[in-house]
Structure formats: structure tokens, C-alpha cells
């Protein structure tokens, strides 16, 4: 099967943007949290391919670290955003009437508030850690998962195979986890692999104002705020995670609109693989 060059090139940046930060489990070039003052701001060479930033650590090395813990965020969001949103998805467009209607305004209410809104009340209750901004990521992403499968769900529950199941007493749960959802998992693949891209900016975004991923854990988006002081005198400070931020949602968003073709080529508009 021939696969869209967007996700050919998506892939194989992917692959490669993975496997730097899978490998910072094991190996990293030097100790990312250790401070060496006589090398600070050093450009970059052959032992320090990416420079050193303003407290002598090897920016490489923090990007490797950081990478994971990025990664590993937005995995978590974008899976338990999938799940909450399928079930809420299902419930409003295969049961409708009044939970319908319940579950849809209370997903239009979360969308009505901007995300940085969302992301300050989630970290003063709980406090300004790594769980609280997956769970403001994970409310932020909820509204999107569910639309798309309460859309899909709408469309398949009056096919004739949905009314041959109900006339042969399937339930709720078995009409709509065997029957509909694996119909709707070509789109909710795509919307998982772009929502992985999205996920991966906003926790940059919330890391640089602060509200993500505390030192001394490394993150991408706390390195462009400690580096915006010194773009001038040392801009390789700035450009090595932002050209990673950069580099990793270009590949997840191409990944994701590559599925999406594929999938239209393959099931065209009907996407009935039951």
C-alpha cells in the first residue's frame, strides 16, 4: 500500500525525534542538570554539539531529556483526552435526547473558556506541577475528541447494520464499542496523531509561561524562557528548542494528514469497515 509523502516525511522525522529522546532514558552526551559555570554560553562544537546554555549545561542534552518528558505528556493527554472524549462522544450521539444535549453544553462551556484561562485554575487548585498540566491539557482536549466521534456516531446509528443489531437485542455497549467505534477509529487515529502535535506546542507554550514542566526536569518550552534573555549574545540558546518544538509538531501534524488521506483513499467517504 502506497503511503501520502506527508506521512513518509512525517514518519521518518518522527522516527528520528523518538528515538533522540527514547535514547536520553540510557545515554545522554553529559549530565543535563549539571552546572559548569567556565563553559557557559560556549557555541557549539564537537563536544558540545548544540552549546551550552547560561549555566554551563549541554543544551543537547536538555533537549534529548526534555524531549521524553514532552512526549511522554502529551501521549498521556491525547490517550486519556481519546478516551474520555469516545465515551462522551458515543453517549451524546448514539443515546442523544436530554443526555445528548447535557453532555454537548457541557463541552461547549469548556470551549468557551481559553485554554490559558483553563490552565491557571487547574494549577491553582492543584498546584503548579507536571499533573496539573496534564490534567489542564486533558480538559483542553476532551471537547475535540468528542465531537468527532459524537459526529460519527450520528452518521452510523441508523445504518442498517446498527438496526439488524438493535432487532437482535444488542445493547448500548456492544452496538456502540464493536460496532460503531471501530468505524470511527481510522478518524480518531488521525485526530490522535495531529492532537499529539498540538498537545507537544501547548505544553511548550505552557512550559514558557511557567505553568508546565518545572525545573529541574527539562522541557522545551522552559528552555526558550530562559533563553529569551540571551538571543542576542548566544542564539543557539534559543534556536535549538525552538527548532525542535518546530521540527516535532511539523512531523506529527504530517503524520496525522497523511492517515487522513490514506484513510479517505482507502474507505472513501463511508468509512464501514464492520
Sequence with gaps: MKMPLEFKIGAVIGILIVSISLLSFIWVPHNYNEIDYSIRLKPPDTNHLLGTDNFGRDIFSRIMAGGRNSLFLALCTVAGAAAIGSLLGLIAGYIGGITGEIVMRFIDTINSFPGIVIALFVVAVLDNSQFSIFIA????????????????????????????????????????????????????????????????????????????????HPSWGRMLFEAQGWFFTAPWYALAPGFFIMLTVLAFHLLGQGIRRQTELTFGEHNDIT
Excluded at 190 to 215: D, H, K, T
Aim: hydrophobic content about 50%.
Design 137 to 216: 491539557l486533558l480538559i483542553l482536549f476532551i471537547p475535540g475528541f468528542t465531537r468527532i466521534i459524537r459526529t460519527g456516531t450520528l452518521k452510523y446509528k441508523s445504518s442498517e447494520f446498527i438496526q439488524a443489531e438493535k432487532i437482535m437485542g444488542a445493547g448500548f455497549f456492544r452496538i456502540t464499542f464493536i460496532h460503531i467505534l471501530p468505524n470511527l477509529a481510522p478518524s480518531l487515529l488521525s485526530a490522535s496523531v495531529i492532537g499529539l502535535s498540538n498537545a507537544i506546542l501547548a505544553e511548550s507554550a505552557m512550559s514558557y509561561l511557567g505553568m508546565g514542566i518545572q525545573p529541574p
